[in-house]
Each structure stands twice: as C-alpha cells, then as structure tokens.
C-alpha cells in the first residue's frame, strides 16, 4: 500500500489518510495524490504518517495538495521524530504512536515507547523515562533530562542531557541547540562544546569508540529505545 485515504465513518469525523510502508527515497507527495485519487471526499484529514521521516516543506506541500482537493490537514500521528518536531514547527497538532513491533509478545514491557514532553524544562526539574524521550521545547541551564534511549529535542539544549542512562551505547542526543553544560550517553561523559553552533544545522551527539562526538544530525535514523 502506498498511501490511503479512508472515508469519515461518520458525519463530522474527519477523514483518515494513511501512509504504507516507508522506502528510502519514496516521496510522500506522490503518495498523498495518489491516496487522493480523482474525486476525493471533503472535510477534515487526520494524516498517520508511521515511520516516514517527513520535514516540513513534506508537510507544507502535502498540506497544499489537500487544501487544493477540499481537504484540511487537522492532525498528524507518527512514530518518527524527525516528523513529529517538523509537525511542532508548523503549529500542527501531533501524536507520538509507537513503532509496529515485529513481535508483539516480545515488546511487551521492554520500554519501546517514545515519551513527548511539550514545554521547556526547566532549571531544577529532572525529567527522566523508560524509553526514548521527545521534548518540543527548550532545556534550561540547571535542568536535567535522561532517558534509556535517545533524547530528542526540538529546541535549545543548554542542561544536562544523558541517554542511553541504563548502559545503551547506541543512544543519540539530538537538538536544534546542541551547548548543553554536560553530556552523557551511557558510561561516557563530555562537556558540551563551547563554540557557537552551526546556524540551521540540528546536531546529535553520539558515541564514537568511548568517546562522544558532535555531528550534524541523521533525519530517518530509527529510535534507540535503550
């Protein structure tokens, strides 16, 4: 399936459009005009986006496409965070889902899921999870967050940021800023840099052998949950 567009079930519902199976170099505007199709339904959309990695010129065009066949772009659901900050950065209204497990009994309990925090945090609080984190907002000096698996923000991160805080080496930390006073990723520990960041590049700190290393950050990379 590459996309779907499904009908409202009943009058004031909004219609449901579903993306299938992400391809690396798929484009999701094709897909969204082939979902579509010649006579589409009117109303309000509320787009599952799963694990595509959708930035927002995606979503502005997607957005167009919609409103040009009669259709508004209400909410977006996915399990990408690259998608989920981009949604936050248009003002759209987001929904984190969990990925689809390949064994359902397996994930049970395993802490694959991705907490999304909204506000900044700030100094003094602690933000802690089981899992990976998204916070869409700022973390001030003096506030610290940690999660088992990678810590994502879609702001300024200027506190103290550990992932991978029950020993996974494959976590990432990812930031709009990335000037936090300390950075931590599983046993491993750094100061953060201290000269200005790179105008309009997000940046993710990731272990390279036992050292912490800064890097413009992946978009699509998949979770570590830790």
Do not use: F
Not at 195 to 216: F, H, K, M, N
Request: net charge negative.
């Amino acid at each position: 399936m590459v996309a779907r567009l499904d009908p409202a079930p009943a009058p004031g519902w909004p219609h449901r459009l579903q993306l299938g199976a992400w391809q690396a170099g798929a484009d999701p505007c094709e897909a969204v005009l082939h979902a579509l199709g010649a006579d589409p339904p009117q109303g309000r959309v509320v787009m599952e986006a799963g694990p595509w990695p959708l930035q927002c010129s995606h979503l502005q065009a997607i957005a167009q496409h919609l409103e040009q066949a009669g259709l508004q772009l209400e909410e977006l659901s996915s399990s990408e965070p690259s998608t989920l900050v981009a949604s936050a950065a248009l003002g759209l209204r987001s929904q984190a889902e969990p990925p689809a497990p390949e064994n359902a009994e397996e994930s049970k309990g395993t802490g694959r899921e991705l907490h999304v925090h909204r506000g900044t945090v700030r100094a003094g609080e602690h933000l802690e999870v089981d899992g990976a984190v998204l916070v869409l907002g700022d973390v001030n000096p003096g506030a610290r967050i940690s999660a088992r698996g990678d810590v994502l923000i879609w702001g300024r991160l200027r506190g103290i940021a550990h992932a991978g805080c029950h020993g996974a080496r494959n976590a990432r930390i990812v930031a709009l800023q990335l000037r936090p006073l300390q950075l931590r990723i599983a046993d491993a520990v750094a100061r953060g840099p201290e000269e200005p960041p790179p105008e309009g590049v997000t940046e993710q700190a990731r272990l390279e052998g036992d050292e912490i290393a800064i890097s413009a950050a992946q978009l699509g990379v998949p979770i570590s949950w830790g």
